[in-house]
């Protein structure tokens, strides 16, 4: 019934009513039955018989769909299922374990229980060496302590993303090992 109401959904725009365009349209009752193919002025008498409202659905079908419901109601439970989908989300997030070219091998096993906390929490983990100064002429030793890192925590981790010299500071992505 309200024909004048353009309600958005976030990126769906429903057309409704008299704002549908098209000459004729199969629509869906509103306890799911099929009515057919019916010129669009019918199908809107058919709403407003019901005290309802015609909504297209699907603009792009031949014919297009449109469903006789209530659309407020209808907005609603959209608006209700979004809601849910973005509870069950979860944010990727990322740490960061930072190691030096000088690390000492007790302080890479403490370095590594923290990622291994972090994994297990199902967040990635970036890891990077420091290079300060001439240390970064020496780059094959932070793949070493990168690798003996990894050999630490290998079995709660897959490499995501090998490790890159990227300027002064050599990184690798770790992300938890999916059951």
Do not use: W
Not at 15 to 31: C, L, M
Not at 133 to 152: H, M
Request: aromatic share 6%; with cysteine.
């Amino acid at each position: 019934m309200n024909s004048e109401v353009k309600i958005i959904s976030k990126n769906n725009k429903f057309i409704i009513n008299e704002e549908i365009r098209e000459r004729e349209v199969r629509v869906i009752g509103n306890d799911n039955s099929q009515l057919g193919v019916i010129s669009t002025r019918e199908s809107i008498r058919l709403a407003e018989e019901q005290e309802l409202d015609l909504v297209l659905i699907s603009p792009g079908a031949v014919p297009p769909v449109c469903r006789i419901i209530d659309f407020g109601k209808f907005i609603y439970e959209q608006n209700k299922k979004e809601k849910e989908n973005k509870k069950n989300q979860k944010a990727v997030v990322i740490k960061e374990v930072r190691l030096s070219a000088t690390i000492e091998e007790h302080d890479i096993a403490i370095k590594a229980n923290n990622a291994r906390k972090f994994l297990l929490d199902e967040d990635k983990v970036k890891v990077t060496v420091r290079f300060r100064g001439r240390e970064a002429d020496y780059a094959f030793k932070g793949n070493k302590i990168l690798d003996n890192f990894v050999s630490k925590i290998e079995d709660v981790c897959v490499i995501e993303k090998r490790a890159k010299l990227e300027g002064r500071n050599m990184t690798m992505v770790l992300a938890p090992k999916r059951a």
